[in-house]
Each structure stands twice: as C-alpha cells, then as structure tokens.
Nanobody
Framework: EVQLVESGGGLVQAGGSLRLSCAAS????????IGWFRQAPGKEREGVSC????????YYADSVKGRFTISSDNAKNTVYLQMNSLKPEDTAVYYC??????????????????WGQGTQVTVSS
C-alpha cells in the first residue's frame, strides 16, 4: 500500500522558515516523482514544487521560486521542502503527492494518484 506522510508544518512569523518532510512507503522510491501542493481556504489546490525521480530535476511555481527548495533523501525515502522567507500568503495545508511515473508532469494535479493527509502551515504577519 502506497503511503505518503507529511510532517513539519506549524505556525511561523513572516520571514521565518519551515522544513516539511514527506515520508514515502509502499513503492520503490525511484519509480515515482514527488510533488508538493498546497490549498488555502477558499482556494483551489495548486502545485508548489516537484522533484523527478528519473534525473532529480526540480520544478517550482513562480510564487515560491528563490524561497523554497525541494530535495530528496533516497536512503530515507523522504522528500523535503525547505521554505524560507515565508509570507502570509503561503498559509495553506501542504500536501505531498506522487504520480505513477518518474516525471513531474508540470505539477498537473490530474496526474497525481497518491496523496498524503496534509500538514498545516500558518504564517503570521
């Protein structure tokens, strides 16, 4: 059974940092890309970042470029999202997800089959 478990969310002041973790199990880690998505109250879920399992290439939404960094620890089957210079508009539930393939598919939600339960990130002004 594929499982994705997020952790690391919390409350932080604007300008602060958080590191989210996504622990994966139930599949060969090299087989699937891992993406991060977020959903703010009243808004649609949006793609934030992704790392390909085929070549390690990364993708970032324009809104987080230069502030967020995605990385992977294959030995721990874990993907991280380091979030720096956080803004109140980053407040959302953050989810990690995996498509049944190695590429990020431009972070189009349609392609993502497996989802974690989400972790809340709240940035106060």
């Amino acid at each position: 059974e594929v499982q994705l478990v997020e952790s690391g969310g919390g409350l932080v002041q604007a300008g602060g940092s958080l590191r989210l973790s996504c622990a994966a199990s139930g599949f060969t880690f090299d087989d699937y890309a891992i993406g991060w998505f977020r959903q703010a109250p009243g808004k649609e879920r949006e793609g934030v970042s992704c790392i390909s399992s085929s070549d390690g290439s990364t993708y970032y939404a324009d809104s987080v470029k230069g502030r967020f960094t995605i990385s992977s620890d294959n030995a721990k089957n874990t993907v991280y999202l380091q979030m720096n210079s956080l803004k109140p508009e980053d407040t959302a539930v953050y989810y990690c997800a995996a498509p049944k393939q190695t590429t990020c598919r431009d972070l189009m939600i349609y392609w993502y089959d497996y989802w974690g339960q989400g972790t809340q990130v709240t940035v106060s002004s």
